[in-house]
Nanobody, 126 residues
Framework: QLQLVESGGGLVQPGGSLRLSCAAS????????IGWFRQAPGKEREGVSCISTSGGSTNYADSVKGRFTISRDNAKNTVYLQMNSLQSEDTAVYYC???????????????????WGQGTQVTVSS
């Protein structure tokens, strides 16, 4: 059974950090572009950051550039999202998703991604 499981969410104060993990089972992530997306209450799901199959190309939403870093460890079949300088606007459910093999390219559109995790809540509040 193909499955993606996110972990690492929680409650953090403004300015704090969290590292999210996305572990795959039932398939290998090597051949997939991987993305992190988030959805806040009343808002559409949006792309946060995505990474190519090799990890050589990445894409970030303007709102998180310079604060978030995506990385992947194909040997561990896991993708990470390091989130620093968190702000209240970052509060959302965060999802990881596996998409098509785009070679060295990367795209961070929700409709490109086929397999989704169940999400992990990130709450930034004092």
């Amino acid at each position: 059974q193909l499955q993606l499981v996110e972990s690492g969410g929680g409650l953090v104060q403004p300015g704090g950090s969290l590292r999210l993990s996305c572990a795959a089972s039932g398939f290998t992530l090597d051949y997939h572009t991987i993305g992190w997306f988030r959805q806040a209450p009343g808002k559409e799901r949006e792309g946060v950051s995505c990474i190519s199959t090799s990890g050589g190309s990445t894409n970030y939403a303007d709102s998180v550039k310079g604060r978030f870093t995506i990385s992947r460890d194909n040997a561990k079949n896991t993708v990470y999202l390091q989130m620093n300088s968190l702000q209240s606007e970052d509060t959302a459910v965060y999802y990881c998703a596996a998409g098509p093999n785009l070679g060295s390219g990367v795209a961070c559109y929700v409709e490109y991604y086929d397999y989704w995790g169940q999400g992990t809540q990130v709450t930034v509040s004092s």
